[in-house]
């Protein structure tokens, strides 16, 4: 799953889970010259553009999707978590998910509805920088936001059912 976060808002806000995500894809690609020298040519390697492309149902009043629309009409810096949750951390790292950090600028946000489907929106990040691998925190909210949490059979306590 992905998470994004305006740059400017780490200080105020956590990571924002787009609900819904139908598809989420992380391309990197590099162009390269042909040199030609006395001993033959020789391929050489450009920089590596990394493009994060998110697709998801659009949920009535979904304020996140306001937000990543407003940082591409203001140019704003975002941060897209890329997590793992199928790979938990372990020693300093338990209770995490394993994830690569990037920052970039929407560069493309797009609305879709038609009379027969679901609205649905994609938006396409262009990273700069070198990506960084680590392990993400994911809080109670943003897990239940990406999957069901199992539920005993049981009558459950107050806490329970919160968690």
């Known amino acids: 799953m992905y998470l994004v976060r305006v740059l400017e808002d780490l200080t105020k806000e956590a990571a924002m889970i787009l609900a819904f995500q139908t598809e989420g894809s992380t391309s990197i690609s590099k162009d390269a010259d042909n040199v ?8 050489v390697p450009g ?15 979904d304020e996140n999707v306001k937000k990543v629309k407003a940082a591409l009409l ?10 793992n949750t199928a790979i ?3 020693g300093e790292n338990a209770g995490k998910y394993e994830s690569c950090y990037y920052n970039g600028y929407i560069t493309e946000f797009e609305l879709t509805a038609n009379a027969e489907d679901f609205t649905e929106y994609s938006l396409t990040v262009g990273v700069f920088g070198e990506p ?3 392990y993400a925190t994911l809080t109670q909210e943003q897990l239940e936001a990406a999957q ?16």
């Open 36 to 43: 030609v020298t006395k001993s033959g040519s020789v391929r």
């Open 47 to 61: 920089g590596a553009e990394i493009e994060i492309t998110l697709n998801a149902l659009f949920a009535k009043g």
């Open 74 to 83: 203001k140019d704003k810096v975002v941060e897209v978590w890329e997590i």
């Open 88 to 90: 938990e951390g372990t």
């Open 132 to 134: 960084k691998d680590g």
């Open 148 to 163: 069901y949490v199992f539920k005993d059979t049981v009558v459950q306590t107050a806490a329970e059912s919160n968690s």
